[in-house]
């Protein structure tokens, strides 16, 4: 037990800091190639802060433990809403753009949506996977056209290359140091928690929304609130709902191709529901007073505790 507790905690930090070198590595990339950075954080760190969730639920599928891999996502969702904003907006009001209101925001709410359609025969497919694949295209080509269309501050990139050129090869290793982290640290989470349910009676679907669930979320904790810090609010709330799409589209999209995902029951008249209830929420605490205030981030952290305690009944 205390060796797998170790390991569980060492995994946890290898993924964490796997998830730091590649969204650093993979961010000074693409700017040192003079791609801007709100479509950088529309696709490049909203993908890179998905990983933890990709490796552990890939892995999980793996090994067939399912309810840890969907376990995992909507953990992960859910802690992305309660914890993380709830926390964020605790810590300093965060304001949101009409873009975030009326297009990120309502596409995180359909792919809720569709997922829960999906798992209604409790098991998503390799086919389901692919539409939910598809949907995550559209939704990247529709950020990146819009995002033609908002003028950024270009001596942001053109300072940024000029440091970030010279020493492409540097972000090269951090991005590969980070995948090998990714992948090493989902290894001994999986198989660690797998333990510890086991030994502590509790199943592995449990294990996956509650500690594995927060341990993969920790990179969009720490871009949330570094970004909300900067003053930087819709990054803070965007890279939220970007992560929790990509969790829903790509990771569950792509688990399917390895192996048909199943799905708990239990979850689909309970946990699944409570994901979806979070999303939803969203729009109206935030379009109303047009900011998530403290009061409002109080209420949704006070919401999370609601859920952890739920879930452990």
């Not at 989470?189 to 294990?207: D, K, P, Q």
Request: glycine share 10%.
């Amino acid at each position: 037990m205390t060796l797998n507790i170790i390991l569980f905690f060492a995994g946890l930090l290898l993924l964490y800091y796997g998830a730091e070198y590649l969204v650093t590595g993979s961010t000074h990339l693409a700017l040192s190639y003079g791609v801007r950075p709100l479509v950088i954080g529309l696709t490049v760190v909203s993908f890179a802060t998905s990983m933890p969730e990709l490796m552990v639920s890939l892995f999980a599928s793996i090994k067939g433990s399912s309810a840890i891999a969907a376990g995992n996502i909507i953990g992960s969702n859910v802690a992305n809403i309660g914890l993380i904003l709830g926390s964020a907006a605790l810590l300093f009001p965060l304001r949101s753009g009409r873009g975030i209101l009326f297009r990120e925001l309502p596409y995180m709410v359909l792919a809720s949506v569709v997922v829960y359609g999906f798992s209604w025969d409790s098991q998503l497919t390799a086919g389901e996977g692919v539409v939910l694949l598809f949907m995550l295209v559209a939704f990247l080509y529709y950020c990146i056209r819009t995002a033609r269309e908002v003028e950024v501050d270009t001596s942001f990139v053109d300072d940024t290359r000029e440091i970030v050129v010279p020493t492409r090869g540097r972000w090269v290793v951090y991005v590969i140091l980070g995948i090998v982290g990714l992948g090493v640290g989902a290894e001994l989470m999986v198989r660690s928690a797998v333990a510890i349910a086991l030994t502590l009676g509790v199943s592995e679907a449990v294990i996956g929304m509650s500690v594995v669930a927060v341990g993969t979320s920790l990179p969009e904790l720490a871009a949330s609130v570094v970004s909300a810090w900067k003053g930087e609010m819709e990054l803070s709330i965007g890279n939220v709902i970007g992560s929790n799409i990509f969790n829903l589209l790509f990771v569950f999209g792509f688990c399917t191709l390895i192996r048909p995902v199943e799905i708990e029951r239990s979850l689909l008249f309970c946990e699944l529901p409570v994901m979806l209830l979070f999303s939803m929420a969203l729009w109206p605490l935030m379009y109303f007073g047009h900011a998530l205030d403290r009061k409002k981030g109080f209420g949704l952290l006070v919401a999370y505790a609601g859920f952890m305690v739920m879930i452990f009944q």
